[in-house]
């Protein structure tokens, strides 16, 4: 049986559609960086009219006192189709050999959402790349490296009404390839229904860390619940361990309340340099919040797997 692993913030939530200089629906599944020796979170807001854009806020904590930028916001951009209604859910990763943040959002078009891709120095000024797979497709992420000159991008698309965790990979950030199932759902579990990235993947010494999300159907709705998987270090396309039980589910208030009860959805993580690993999620789709945990007990989790 796993143990409890991650351990909420007692200031959740930390992050709060109240808290913003204006007036939105809320805030929730953050992006998640260490920029100027700050943590830097690129929230995804919703607005009264139901479409999203992205946001900065930050922290010198990465716990509380946050400031949010009012100004260098990245909207959905009305000359662009795919954008039309909503720029939602980042995951944010440096690329040494661009030096630049690679921010992978989804775009919702008219088509349905799909995997976008934007660039930036400072968090201020944006260079959108526009889509780089077709929709239905959601929870992307870019490896913070190239395996043989090669860029990798975890993603996930819908099917035939499957919704498995995928990897390709790609020689420009343009033409992707190599697509495969990398992480199923697993029929009658509790990740049976859909499975989706979290955050980007984190590089430990046992191997590349997933932290993914799974969706199970039940007569009350959906439970969006978190699981732990390991890639090869050198291979990410191979899996060599994954939880068999979640490690963390919807349990407060905060997390059983909102726009969508029953969710927990990270999509931000940085681990500091004591060990500890902070876990930025999204709850309810309302709000923000943080769990910590500790990388050891993490890696002696999928290791018992």
Request: aromatic residues 10%; proline residues 8%.
């Amino acid at each position: 049986m796993v143990k409890e692993i991650f351990t909420r913030d007692e200031g959740n939530p930390i992050l709060k559609p109240a808290d913003w200089p204006y007036r939105v629906n809320s805030v929730f599944n953050p992006g998640a960086v260490e920029f100027n020796g700050e943590t830097l979170l690129l929230v995804r807001v919703e607005d009264m009219k139901g479409f999203s854009h992205l946001a900065v806020a930050k922290s010198r904590d990465g716990r509380q006192n946050w400031r949010i930028d009012t100004e260098h916001l990245l909207r959905p951009d009305e000359n662009i189709g795919e954008e039309r209604f909503g720029l939602e859910d980042s995951r944010v990763v440096w690329l040494p050999e661009r030096n630049e943040y690679a921010i992978t959002y989804v775009s919702f078009s008219r088509g349905g959402p799909l995997v976008s891709l934007a660039f930036t120095k400072d968090f201020q000024n944006f260079q959108r790349q526009g889509p780089i797979l077709p929709p239905e497709d959601k929870d992307a992420s870019l490896f913070p490296k190239t395996f043989h000159d090669h860029y990798f991008l975890i993603h996930r698309p819908i099917i035939r009404g499957e919704a498995h965790i995928w990897i390709c990979s790609s020689p420009d950030l343009k033409h992707w390839g190599h697509h495969q199932i990398l992480l199923p759902a697993r029929s009658g579990w509790w990740d049976c229904h859909r499975v989706g990235l979290g955050p980007p993947p984190l590089e430990t010494p046992e191997g590349w860390l997933l932290i993914y999300h799974g969706i199970r159907m039940t007569a009350a709705g959906s439970i969006y619940r978190v699981g732990l998987a390991l890639l090869d270090k050198d291979d990410p396309s191979r899996v060599i361990r994954r939880c068999d039980e979640w490690v963390f589910g919807p349990k407060l208030p905060y997390e059983n309340s909102g726009d969508t009860p029953g969710v927990v959805f990270p999509t931000g993580v940085i681990l500091d340099k004591d060990g500890k690993l902070r876990l930025y999620y999204g709850a309810a789709d309302t709000s923000v919040c943080l769990a910590t945990a500790s990388l050891s007990d993490i890696l002696a989790c999928l290791k018992s797997c």
